[in-house]
């Protein structure tokens, strides 16, 4: 078989071992997240949107046990199941919000589980901050009035992995994930050195974020940062200042990334793995190839600061 085995929808959620579940939920409720389900064992936290949930802590030793993608279909795991070499059945998840699961290893042995049937919630109501901008007046006989508060997670954004093989790492998401690229990165003097590899879920014409899944190179494999998209830049502000003032590790921010364009924050969890906030993606469609860029444009912010070394050396296994 050529081509994709399947195609996936989105992004679903991230799976992490954390010996304190005390202390995750503490620093994921900071980030922006709300308990869905607690059990003895296990956190599960949702956002504003429909998702379940979309961050997974299980008690244990600190460790990436997984990452989350939705199938368009049932049909699609059963695909997935019979044609994806080392993929598990189509079992049940037995967990809070049901739903049925494929799992898988990717190129570098993390656990990749492709899911559907999760039940879903009602949304929650969100702040928006309406913008008077140079180009229009859109608030009108209102205040701007920003409460300190953590921000609003909404959804699950994208996973980014290191990867010491990156061409491997992305033809294996290609054929087992149906990603198309976005945008890929590569050396300055070398055009055939592919440095990062930013990957959309591929949905025709619909416009979809600019990545769900994106490779850096690294000497070492692991997960580099997962990511959430927040409600506005002033939320995205709030959240950084409520962060700052509960005293989590800031790694980089708030800037706005080049490829991609987001609006960004990153912070570390209380075992070192990276959480992303972001707002204000680039949408992108069938219609848009993929653009190759030199290095010099890869980790780039258009503006704020340019990453630190911990950022790009941030490898969590
Ligand atoms: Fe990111």
Redesign the pocket.
């Known amino acids: 078989m050529t081509g994709p085995i399947i195609k996936v929808r989105d992004v679903a959620w991230v799976r992490l071992g954390s010996p304190d579940l005390d202390e995750a939920e503490r620093f994921l409720t900071d980030f922006g997240l709300l308990r869905q389900v607690r059990t003895d064992d296990a956190l599960y936290m949702r956002g504003t949107g429909e998702a379940h949930h979309l961050h997974i802590t299980q008690r244990g030793p600190d460790r990436v046990l997984g990452i989350g993608f939705y199938a368009d279909s049932e049909s699609d795991l059963h695909r997935l199941a019979a044609h994806a070499a080392g993929a598990s059945g189509v079992m049940e998840l037995n967990e809070p919000g049901g739903g049925k699961v494929v799992r898988l290893k990717e190129h570098n042995g993390f656990t990749i589980e492709v899911v559907h049937g999760i039940a879903e919630v009602a949304k929650l109501p969100e702040r928006h901050s309406v913008m008077n901008t140079g180009a229009a007046r859109e608030r009108l006989g209102e205040f701007q009035r920003i409460d300190p508060r953590p921000c609003q997670a909404k959804r699950m954004?994208?996973a980014?992995l290191s990867t010491p093989d990156i061409e491997g790492s992305v033809a294996w998401a290609h054929r087992h994930l149906g990603f198309v690229v976005s945008e890929h990165v590569h050396a300055e003097d070398d055009p055939d050195t592919l440095l990062a590899s930013f990957n959309r879920a591929d949905r025709g014409e619909d416009y979809v974020d600019h990545?769900i899944m994106?490779f850096g190179r690294h000497s070492r494999a692991g997960l580099n940062?997962i990511?959430y998209e927040v409600q506005d830049i002033d939320d995205l502000h709030a959240g950084h200042d409520w962060m700052k003032q509960r005293g989590h590790h800031h790694l980089w921010g708030i800037g706005r990334?080049l490829l991609?364009s987001?609006i960004?924050d990153?912070w570390k969890d209380p075992w070192g793995r990276v959480h992303?906030h972001?707002t204000d993606t680039d949408v992108l469609n069938a219609a848009m190839p993929a653009r190759v860029v030199p290095k010099s444009q890869g980790l780039r912010s258009q503006w704020g600061p340019q990453a630190p070394p911990e950022f790009r050396d941030a490898a969590s296994v």
Do not use: R
């Open positions: 954004g994208h980014v990545h994106m940062h990511s990334h991609g987001q960004f990153y992303e972001w």
